[in-house]
């Protein structure tokens, strides 16, 4: 059967456990928050799928405030319609940006050498990359690739070597069959040279033959086109809205 919009946007919500602090994730039929409480515009997101105002004032823009730390407010599907009123309170689009499914259990026949799941003593080298490749902070970089990456079964992070050098990572969450990739990265100076086609293509492959029967993501718009060619499509585009002054700081 079909996955519908509806459960893709809670599926992408539910995947955020991997960053999110536990008392600050929730996930209901019209909306999601996923806040981790450090100084990250990106890691503290609310998503609003209802084009009712209360739902999004409610249960998602107060809930942002209250947390006193920068974040995001996402609107999806039904929820774009409530955009007037992140208008009125002084908010203003970041950007919009697709949410795209790899359905099926198919991925390009790849060399996969140097791909491999990071154990835990490898994770410090790649949030030291994560936060090369996007001006992160240290702080940040930890709460996107945690230690329970490493360990949780369904929860995961993997990279791409060149010798002894990680030039490429992610990291990834199953949720109801599917696995949801956050936090793609490949160091600058390695950038289009394949290697981020090479790791994700690697791992959707094993990630199938495990029993996963699709992917799901959200892309930057540098990635959209890698994702294209791996099979990916877009399902919708969501707006990121947030105060201009939380953006100055943007990683």
Excluded at 6 to 17: C, F, N, P, Y
Excluded at 210 to 238: C, F, H, M, N, T
Aim: glycine share 10%; aromatic share 8%.
């Amino acid at each position: 059967m079909a996955r519908t919009a509806i459960e893709l946007r809670r599926h992408l919500g539910a995947a955020a456990r991997l960053w999110s602090a536990p008392a600050h994730h929730t996930v209901e039929a019209e909306w999601w928050t996923a806040f981790s409480g450090e100084i990250s515009v990106d890691y503290n997101v609310a998503c609003c799928q209802s084009s009712d105002n209360d739902v999004l004032v409610d249960h998602c823009l107060q809930p942002l405030l209250d947390l006193k730390k920068p974040g995001i407010v996402m609107l999806a599907g039904p929820g774009l319609a409530t955009a007037q009123k992140l208008i009125d309170a002084g908010w203003a689009v970041v950007e919009a940006l697709p949410l795209m499914l790899l359905e099926g259990a198919d991925a390009p026949d790849v060399d996969g050498a140097g791909v491999r799941a990071l154990t835990e003593e490898e994770l410090p080298e790649a949030r030291a990359l994560l936060a090369d490749t996007y001006s992160m902070s240290d702080a940040a970089a930890a709460v996107a690739i945690p230690v329970q990456a490493a360990h949780d079964p369904d929860l995961g992070a993997w990279g791409i070597f060149d010798g002894d050098r990680m030039v490429s990572m992610f990291t990834g969450a199953t949720e109801d069959g599917l696995l949801v990739v956050w936090s793609m990265a490949t160091r600058p100076r390695d950038q289009g040279k394949g290697y981020g086609r090479r790791l994700l293509a690697a791992v959707l492959r094993s990630q199938f033959e495990a029993g996963i029967k699709g992917s799901l993501l959200q892309s930057s718009p540098p990635g959209e086109r890698l994702y294209r060619g791996l099979g990916y499509q877009v399902v919708e585009y969501w707006q990121l809205w947030s105060r201009p002054r939380w953006m100055m700081g943007r990683a």
